[in-house]
């Protein structure tokens, strides 16, 4: 079986950004190769720099953020995965307020992630890494066909560090309008990138 765990988002530690502007709680990390953490943005400033880091957000609570930089600019909206480079110097502009992001970081060319809302019954293939957040709703879980089976509360969150089968995970009730959407739990996959150009 799959190993994974479901803990309480309560029981991460808080530590401050790199840069000492914020504060973050980490869910799970591979090491130098990837990290998923909750990240509190609660005033405009600049972004920490990852050389040679993917990152991908999606804003879980608050109207979002607009990061610019010399060349670039990325609208971080709610329920939408926006995909940045890490190695840029960003600065973080808050849109009506503080927000909560979730967070993932992949080194470049080596892994690739996504993230998306459990809107409707989605699987997961063998060989990811995986979470699950379930910040204000929770979802239902399986791990293949037959084997172990469970709900995951709000508050909560699940992470596998690497799926030996395939899981599947679905809302504990549709959504219903924009509004519930932002309330869905939300996966996030990793997973080693192509060999293949």
Same mark, same amino acid.
């Given at each position: ?7 309480? =988002?309560?029981?991460? +530690? /808080? ?9 973050? #709680?980490?869910? *799970? %990390? ?63 502009? =808050?849109?009506?307020? +503080? /927000? ?9 060319? #080596?892994?690739? *992630? %996504? ?83």
């Amino acid at each position: 079986m799959s190993a994974f765990e479901v803990r309480s =988002l309560d029981s991460l +530690p /808080v530590e401050r950004w790199r840069n000492g502007g914020g504060l973050t #709680r980490t869910i *799970a %990390s591979g090491g130098s190769h990837w990290r998923i953490s909750l990240a509190e943005v609660e005033r405009d400033g600049p972004y920490s720099r990852f050389e040679g880091i993917d990152r991908l957000s999606f804003v879980l609570r608050g109207a979002g953020v607009m990061l610019r930089e010399t060349n670039s600019a990325v609208t971080l909206e709610p329920c939408v995965a926006g995909e940045y480079d890490g190695g840029l110097d960003w600065q973080a502009t =808050l849109i009506d307020g +503080p /927000v909560t992001a979730l967070n993932v970081m992949t080194a470049r060319s #080596r892994y690739r *992630a %996504s993230i998306r809302a459990i809107a409707e019954p989605v699987s997961v293939l063998p060989g990811c890494a995986v979470a699950v957040v379930a910040l204000h709703a929770g979802c239902a879980w399986r791990a293949g066909e037959g084997h172990a089976a469970g709900n995951l509360e709000a508050g909560q969150f699940l992470i596998a560090e690497r799926l030996d089968r395939a899981m599947q995970f679905s809302p504990v009730a549709p959504a219903i309008g924009e509004s519930m959407r932002t309330r869905l739990p939300v996966l996030v996959t990793i997973e080693p990138a192509s060999t293949h150009e």
